[in-house]
């Protein structure tokens, strides 16, 4: 496996994963909301100093690009972005949806949800690993909907609804690893699953 750093600033929390050769370190900071833009730098910095890697030895840099906040969404985006600009390096886009669903893609049908607040949820299905429900915004009750109809649901963070909490690291870690294995290095772009509250006022 290559060398690598991934940033997810999509969630209430911050995650940082580095892996160089054999030995991988993460970092998880749980309550990083409104802090990221402050907290992620100082975080990688840790990170790489632990494993000793260096940004230029790393292969590819990977971001999560949502669903989540859409400011998390930028900052992530824009850090690995420019560490990959600088040293001419591959992207590695993922969704918090493989993070969430990290340890269910081949344990049938999965749907992993992100808060959306006010009772609705970003939200995308999975049957052994194979995306069958594409992310959608979705209110509470098509949620219990689809779990009646067999689909386990995870989540990154407790919600409202009954679900298995994943650690957001380890399911980092592991969506970064199976995404570079298949190849899908890609240019970082946001995910928004929804306008944001202030481009659907424009619309109105």
Known sequence: MENYLALDTCGDYLCVVAKKGEK????????????????????????????????????FFAAVVGAGSFTGIRIGISAMKGF???????????????????????????LCLIDALHGAYYACGYDDGEVVLQPAYIMQ??????????????????LAVESIV?????????????????????PLTAVYVRKSSAEMNLCK
Not at 28 to 51: C, F, G, R, Y
Not at 84 to 109: C, I, M, Q
Request: glycine share 4%.
């Open 24 to 59: 991988r370190v993460s970092r998880l900071l749980p309550d990083a909301t409104m802090k990221h833009s402050v907290l992620w730098l100082q975080t990688v910095n840790e990170v790489l100093q632990e494993i000793d890697l260096t940004l230029k030895e790393c292969d």
């Open 166 to 186: 994943v650690d957001p690291a380890a399911g980092l870690a592991a969506a970064v690893e199976r995404k570079a294995k298949q190849g899908a290095f890609a």
């Open 141 to 158: 009750d098509e949620v219990l909907r689809l779990q009646k109809e067999g689909y386990t649901l995870y989540s990154l963070a407790p």
């Open 84 to 110: 990959a600009l600088a040293h001419g390096k591959r992207t590695l886009p993922v969704t918090s949806f493989d993070v969430a669903a990290y340890n269910a893609l081949e344990s049938g049908k999965a």
